[in-house]
């Protein structure tokens, strides 16, 4: 098991950015790796947190969204997610996705995790959320997104996510953590 505070054995020389976009920014380092022998090393930094939200409402029914996933090139059925701007509480955004992605409102949000999405290539971190207490009103998608909602008993979004029809990672380890919690009895 490594030391929780080992020091960093990539030496970076110099670093520019190769492009940026209001999501993005590409990052190529000139560095020496840890055998310090010279390398190219390239980053995407991501500009916003990555938010998801599983409502759950009193009989552990929950809603998923399915939508084209460009980078995939294929349809995607996930929790509702989307950018959390960093400079607001992730709580808030939260609840801005889950509204405007199935219309839902949530008195209570729990944060169950945080995890990095693909470390070896990005920072881009999530942070994911148990919305409960819901109250429904009408969806307001942003004009990128052309959206299905499904309502359905979470243990079959569990069951979905073990037969491999959600290939979203977020989804996936949500379902898993919430699954978890349900099954401790924490949520």
Not at 24 to 39: D, G, R, S, T, Y
Not at 56 to 70: A, F, H, K, P, S
Not at 125 to 142: D, G, K, T
């Amino acid at each position: 098991m490594p030391m929780e505070h080992e020091e960093n054995p990539w030496k970076t020389l110099d670093s520019e950015k190769v492009y940026e976009s209001a999501w993005i920014a590409v990052n190529k380092h000139n560095v020496l790796n840890p055998a310090n022998n010279p390398a190219i090393y390239s980053t995407i930094h991501f500009k916003n947190k990555a938010i998801g939200v599983i409502p759950l409402d009193e009989n552990y029914n929950t809603w998923i969204v399915g939508q084209y996933r460009y980078p995939t090139n294929n349809y995607s059925w996930e929790i509702p997610e989307g950018g959390g701007n960093l400079n607001i509480p992730y709580i808030d955004s939260a609840a801005r996705e889950l509204l405007e992605e199935t219309g839902l409102k949530a008195e209570k949000y729990t944060e169950i995790m945080r995890m990095h999405l693909s470390n070896s290539a990005s920072d881009e971190e999530a942070i994911v959320f148990v919305a409960q207490n819901l109250s429904y009103h009408n969806a307001e998608p942003e004009e990128t997104e052309v959206l299905q909602i499904k309502k359905l008993p979470f243990n079959e979004l569990y069951k979905m996510v073990n037969e491999g029809k959600i290939t979203d990672a977020i989804t996936i380890a949500a379902v898993y953590k919430t699954k978890v919690m349900i099954d401790s009895r924490l949520i």
